[in-house]
DNA sequence: TATATTTGTGTAATTAGTTACGTAATTGTA
DNA sequence: TACAATTACGTAACTAATTACACAAATATA
């Protein structure tokens, strides 16, 4: 199909889908051709029944790979083609003891031929390739045993979402996006106050040349995030955190957390044994990622900030 | 799964189908990782319109290998979901074009990255086995398109049972198996006659000592078919074929045609130039026989057989 | 130009599986 | 020993495809 080689490997799941539908199709007509009165789908089933013994629908679908309902019908469209008998258990009431019947033992004489020529063709065809299907596919269920595809891709989204994130030391290049990060979301849901502005103005002054520091997040090398440590003068706390916004348009990337990370690990580097900030209640999201990066409420304290209602801290071991 | 090591090959069919279920499966979750409105199944008909133009029902199931109803479905839901738009063809009233709508458009942009990580992790699973699948895929669709597995099963169901099939000449074990195969399919459609008892009852004189021959084919070793060639005294053919008989029990295994082969190999081999037989218009599948084997109809010549109604020759060149 | 054939599409029924759920029998446990 | 949990399995509803069929529109043909 050269649908397929337009689409890539991404398509594989339809890709197997088809050669599925082809190959049962045949299935059906070879059991035809050997004059065997057998449904392709019946085959798992019958399988197993073949051994001798009888056994429980439960046991035939565990054995098959097929949900009990499943084996519960086919068992049912066998029986009316007298292939099978059912038999309740003495011993257990619940137990449907299904094995083959008289008919049903006899074709497995008859399919003895069958097994035999089809094995042969699909040995030939696979003896026609480079690559082996049938070892192809068992290395697939092997692998995706032990880690989903869906694990798979979205480690890759992981990996190659994280390699977009940089966090990087403020420079005078991110002066206005780190007022314009901070403006957007302030005046979102509060509204700018006179200590926002002396702060976003002139962070050289009232933040860096005080002993902080600013980091800021780059996506795609574009400023989407930024996080100040605003270092304190008081007996209890070493630092503040203060001054995050992160991008709305690249919310769920983890940039939030990515950056708060940063600046904890900077302060940890700078020394400090404990980091203070303030916040609002009503900003959810905020409030969870600083749970998640070890921050506990604390009683509260005057704060020169009008919509701060609640205050948190970390303690660094 | 242990249940294919004891099945075999032959189980491909269902080995296939459990792993396509497997990663359709994981491919609904990836959309919605990257929180995609969009099914698995829709993918195929999604990326033929990502294209940009607008496509029929039709173009787009030739496209993706799909029947129309299939597609026409897939479409319906898609429209549901805001995602393509119908439009009738000015010039053609049974056209139905669809294209990708606003939101369509844009989820092909947002979809990139998943494209990305699902190719990329599909290729690193692939590079962690020794089989790829992909490739493996690939092969079969080809080898299959050239000649299906049914074809297949059916050649090597042949050449097995022709290996089941020896052709050897006359001894006086088969004295009996040549009079009661062939008493038993002229009892059946006509009855026995003088000259058939004759030849029945003494193939030794009345065939094997004036010149002629007779091969048995044995199917696994008992006599199944037997065929005499008579040596004619008549200007015009050197051979009669006659008392070909075929068991019942083992119709449909080419045993007519091997024997009616060997029959004409042994006439070349005695340095035949015609070989002339006689039959009956209503034993069809014979007729059919001979005609295979190149024997064409001549005009009527009087006969020692009642049953006769219709002649043919062959002309060796 | 009338009619037959082909083409495009929708609807209905079928297929081979699934999950969800209910119920009865058995087993485990306080 | 009473009751909760588990097990076996059947029924119902759903899913993602198919084939069969109907019908209208367009095209080919006598």
Same sequence: chains 1, 2.
Avoid at 127 to 154: G, H, M, P
Avoid at 225 to 244: N, S, T
Wanted: hydrophobic share 40%.
């Amino acid at each position: 199909m050269d649908f397929f080689n337009k689409t890539g490997k991404m398509a594989i799941g339809s890709r197997l889908r088809m050669l599925t539908e082809m190959i049962t199709e045949d299935a059906a007509k070879i059991y035809k051709l050997y004059d065997i009165d057998m449904q392709p789908k019946w085959f798992p089933v019958f399988y197993v029944l073949s051994a001798g013994e009888a056994k429980t629908i439960t046991d035939v679908a565990k054995e098959i790979g097929h949900s009990h309902p499943s084996v519960s019908k086919i068992i049912r469209e066998m029986a009316k083609h007298d292939l099978v008998t059912e038999q309740k258990d003495k011993t257990d009431g619940r137990r449907n003891m299904v094995s083959l019947s008289t008919k049903g033992l006899s074709i497995t004489q008859k399919i003895e031929d069958q097994y035999t020529d089809v094995n042969q063709a699909i040995e030939q065809l696979i003896a026609q390739t480079r690559n082996d299907l049938w070892k192809a596919i068992e290395e697939w269920e092997f692998l995706l045993e032990q880690k989903s595809l869906f694990n798979r891709v979205r480690d890759q989204n992981k990996e190659r979402e994280s390699l977009k994130v940089k966090i990087v030391d403020y420079t005078a290049d991110y002066k206005q996006a780190f007022r314009d990060l901070n403006e957007e979301w302030i005046s979102k849901w509060f509204k700018m106050e006179g200590a926002d502005y002396k702060a976003l103005d002139n962070p050289e002054s009232y933040i860096l040349n005080r002993g902080g520091h600013i980091l800021v997040a780059l996506y795609n090398n574009k400023p989407a995030g930024v996080c100040a440590l605003i270092k304190m003068d008081d007996p209890d706390y070493d630092y503040e955190m203060a001054k995050m916004a992160v991008s709305p348009t690249v919310q769920g990337k983890n940039i939030g957390f990515l950056l708060g990370n940063a600046i904890v690990e900077k302060a940890k580097s700078l020394g400090a044994k404990t980091i203070y900030l303030e916040s609002n209640t009503i900003l959810k999201p905020a409030i969870n990622l600083y749970h998640k990066l070890g921050f506990n409420k604390v009683a509260a304290r005057t704060s020169p900030y009008e919509r701060s209602n609640i205050q948190m801290e970390l303690i660094i071991k």
